[in-house]
């Protein structure tokens, strides 16, 4: 996926074109173990086990050359959410815990993240289509619905992307940070990332067959 511009506009992709190993892993296997990962992480409430996993994370970034690790500043319109999470455990004398839930969500958005940046939109349909076969008996095409699913996923960094370069804008403005100022704009520019989008698919004819691009 692309950077949206300093005005707000935006490309829909933020996958990475230059080649990693990981590029070479096939869809299904990746969000596998997306999901796998998912699973272990959500029950645990271990410290070690939250710092191994964002420590693993972050060699997987480092693997991936500097473009990846780029891309780990779409984080930055979280931290005031980050924030109030760990104020909010403080405040229930629970900060250690609130460091846990914190780390989990970093670990795992910056996961969702590397799928989405080193996976093609069709491999990742291709990968999450035929677990909607059973769709099709009630006159659903799964086809369509696995597109569904992969502009969720891929389009999610892709609004962190979005908010970050409205926030450039008004700091290089300004030369202050948006904060609320910036949701009538973010709001508007996610309206419209989801018109340009629909009308890209209609050109297409909806939803692509196996064997298009």
Known sequence: MGRPDAGGAAVISLYLPQRTWLHAVP?????????????IAAPLDSLPFMAALMVAVLALYVS???????????LR?????????????????DILLGIVVLARILAMVLLANAVTMTT?????MDAVEPLLGPLAWVGVAPRAVALAVALMIRLIPLLFALW????DSWRARTGKRG????????????????????????????APRRGRR
């Open 120 to 124: 093609r939109m069709d491999a990742m």
């Open 77 to 93: 319109p979280l931290w005031p959410l980050f924030l109030i999470l760990l104020a909010l455990h403080g405040w229930n004398g």
């Open 164 to 167: 970050e370069a409205l926030n």
């Open 27 to 39: 869809a299904g296997w990746k969000l596998l173990a997306l999901a796998l990962i998912s699973l």
């Open 179 to 206: 904060g609320w100022r910036l949701l009538a704009p973010f709001c508007i520019q996610t309206l419209r990332l989801s018109h340009h989008t629909a009308e890209a698919l209609a050109a297409r004819g909806g």
């Open 64 to 74: 991936l050359g500097k473009a990846a690790l780029a891309q780990i500043a779409l």
